[in-house]
């Protein structure tokens, strides 16, 4: 199912091998890049990555087939260049969880989210080191692990709340040059109690508070940007 903000909405029903294909690494790697980036060439990709050729057209044969890319207008003849069909892939945690080997792909992807997490903060503090960023992005970047103790209602109002006030701010600094592209992660993960530990009260953050962070999503919903 496909939205006009350049959401793609997966049914775990009907769309169970377009998920299973996203959680080959590669080709979500492969995925981000063409979001990131814009349109390539297999061989651009593969410079990227440091696979071959060979590797990332197969790869990109397969996203193709479950409609997560397409064909881009071509330089010349001789190439065949790529990029995505949408900007966002997301799906409902709770269908996921229902259908069959729908819990393994869910964390899967979750796993292949948190890989995306460190290679971005890896990313991040070269680009600051070595002077790519200005200063100026040292203070307002971070990350965040604050525990809250939110009602399933309250969270699914900050999801809300969150992409509201993502989807303001991209509007407002769609023609700033200044800007830049900011990797956002969010995560709502409620914990049950934990009986041997206090009941698992956990109202202090486990580390310093920094500015918050986190992929844009919907309530009760997974995203792979």
């Given amino acids: ?48 990555t440091g696979e071959s050729s060979a590797s990332t057209s197969y790869h990109l044969r397969v996203l193709a087939k479950y409609a997560f890319v397409t064909e881009a207008e071509h330089r010349d003849s001789r190439e065949r260049r790529w990029k995505s069909v949408h900007d966002i892939t997301s799906w409902s945690n709770e269908a996921m969880r229902r259908s069959p080997g729908g819990s393994t792909i869910l964390n899967v992807l979750h796993r292949r989210q948190i890989e995306h997490l460190q290679r971005s903060l890896d990313r991040h503090e070269a680009d600051l080191e070595s002077g790519r960023l200005g200063q100026e992005w040292q203070e307002p970047s971070g990350v965040s692990d604050s525990m809250p103790r939110l009602t399933p209602e309250s969270l699914a109002e900050l999801w809300e709340a969150l992409q509201a006030k993502t989807d303001e701010l991209i509007a407002r600094d769609a023609g700033d040059p200044r800007a830049e592209q900011v990797v956002l992660f969010t995560a709502g993960l409620p914990l049950a109690p934990d009986p041997v530990a206090g009941q698992g009260r956990a109202d202090a953050s486990v580390g310093p508070d920094a500015t918050d962070g986190g992929a844009p999503g919907a309530p009760a919903a997974g995203d792979a940007s």
């Fill in 1 to 48: 199912m496909d939205s006009e903000d350049g959401r793609r909405v997966l049914d775990p029903a009907q769309d169970g091998a377009a998920l299973k294909a996203l959680t080959h690494p590669l080709r979500l790697t492969l995925l981000g890049l063409l979001r990131q980036h814009g349109p390539a060439t297999a061989s651009e990709l593969a410079a990227r």
